[in-house]
């Protein structure tokens, strides 16, 4: 277990900064919620303030004295931030050089040079599912819409057929797998195993993106037949670029990480041994920071130089890859303080408490409280952040391997139908030209299947291992 995990271990066991009762704490947890969830939809707040007033909102309607408030929320807002900021942005930094190198056009290219015909929602599926690895939902998006236009259009087949396999990759990816924002956080506040964690979200997302894109793709295309439109088909990256990295060089430096990390989680199960000289090694290599730095720097040479980037290009590049996540990692460090607040004020050990008498399993359980936060914020991280925070205390007797599926369970529960309060909802809408219920019929059922098949299969892991 890492030292992070181990203070938020500790932090959920220290004496709560109020003593209201169960009552209250329910109470005000409905409240503080309230405000959150008001200050989103209806004053359009984003959402690092809204998380920050609906802590304090928290704090006060359970009688907690207000400077304990704001410790409890500081304290919170940087340990998460310490603990998963550095990977946010190695992350971010990771998918601008993969974008603007050309690496992902080259992946495109390639895979579709190779498919066609009743293949090609296979290949979309293949494609969004390995650039999404390191990109943000948003970015991937962006990234990929143009070849689904193009697609589309060259190949006269139905949008929604391309489209959504293309959306179900990129989700699938953001909502269960690191070092997308949301497992990270979730795995940082139950204290999870990273490598358990991303090995079964992984096992978890195959079938689960192969039933949501492929499959219902084609149900989809019978409900809205709609044509690419020719105003949303925008430049691609490298259409600008004299050469591009290969695309053997651009898959294996996408891998890097994720080689690290499950090499990492196989050497600590056979192992087993954590003063074994290879165990050592690979506890080091395959930590979640090391493994994100060493692709990036890797990426250098494998993506960057062959596209003919100098070096003062490549500073400016990092750069840039950078400074849209700063409204990101904001609201990922506000959920962290959102979360431990919820920790002070004794929530957790409530639910911890409640949860005794009831017989609904916990993975189902953190499934709901995240569907329900999803459907009223539509932010699955805001989901994901505050749902880990209301269940970390259930995963303190649990199994490394049932803890890894309580943050998939949160996760697979924060991608609930999409609706007119989700971000996502308007991009893809827009993108692809629908009209509000066409997105529902396609976009937001994909998000619930998304949700339902994987929460199902979280529920069926549970069972066995």
Request: charged share 10%; hydrophobic share 55%.
């Amino acid at each position: 277990m890492t030292r992070l995990s181990v203070e938020i271990l500790a932090a959920d066991t220290v004496e709560p900064i109020t003593s209201a009762g169960h009552t209250q704490l329910g109470i005000a947890v409905l409240a503080g919620i309230a405000v959150i969830v008001l200050l989103i939809t209806q004053f359009k707040l984003h959402a690092f303030l809204a998380l920050t007033i609906g802590s304090l909102a928290l704090g006060a309607f359970a009688g907690a004295p207000l400077d304990k408030a704001i410790a409890s929320f500081t304290t919170g807002l940087g340990t998460t931030v310490a603990g998963v900021g550095v990977l946010i942005a190695l992350g971010a930094i990771l998918g601008k050089m993969l974008a603007d190198s050309g690496g992902a056009d080259q992946i495109v290219d390639t895979i579709l040079a190779r498919a066609g015909g009743r293949s090609m929602p296979w290949a979309m599926v293949l494609i969004a599912s390995v650039i999404g690895l390191p990109l943000f939902f948003e970015v991937g998006v962006v990234l990929l819409i143009p070849v689904v236009l193009m697609v589309a259009k060259r190949g006269n087949y139905s949008l929604m057929r391309i489209g959504i396999p293309a959306l179900a990759g990129l989700s699938v990816m953001h909502g269960l797998v690191p070092p997308h924002p949301g497992p990270l956080v979730a795995i940082d506040a139950v204290g999870a195993n990273l490598g358990v964690t991303l090995a079964l979200g992984v096992l978890i997302a195959v079938p689960t993106v192969v039933v949501a894109g492929p499959l219902f793709s084609r149900v989809a295309a019978r409900w809205v037949d709609v044509p690419a439109p020719d105003r949303m088909i925008p430049q691609r990256p490298s259409e600008d670029l004299e050469k591009r990295p290969g695309f053997g060089a651009t898959l294996a430096t996408i891998l890097l990480p994720v080689v690290l990390m499950l090499s990492k989680a196989l050497v600590d199960i056979v192992v087993d041994d954590p003063e074994h000289t290879v165990q050592r090694v690979c506890d080091v290599v395959g930590s979640p920071l090391i493994a994100l730095l060493t692709a990036v720097l890797v990426g250098i040479f494998t993506l960057l130089r062959p596209a003919g980037f100098a070096k003062d290009r490549i500073s400016g590049l990092v750069e840039k890859g950078l400074a849209p996540i700063a409204g990101i990692l904001l609201i990922v460090g506000a959920g962290g303080g959102f979360k431990q607040t919820l920790i002070d004020c004794g929530v957790g050990q409530m639910v911890l408490d409640i949860s005794k008498d009831w017989s609904i399993p916990a993975l189902l359980l953190a499934w709901l409280i995240a569907v329900v936060i999803r459907l009223a914020t539509g932010s699955a991280t805001v989901a994901t952040i505050s749902a880990a925070g209301l269940v970390a205390p259930l995963a303190a007797d649990m199994s490394t391997t049932h803890t890894a599926l309580l943050v998939l369970a949160i996760g697979a529960g924060s991608l609930f139908f999409s609706h007119v309060n989700d971000a996502g909802f308007w991009l893809v809408k827009e993108y692809f030209g629908l009209t509000v219920g066409q997105n529902i019929k396609t976009w937001s059922v994909m998000e619930t299947i998304i949700s339902v098949v994987a929460g199902g299969l979280v529920l069926l892991l549970s069972l066995v291992i």
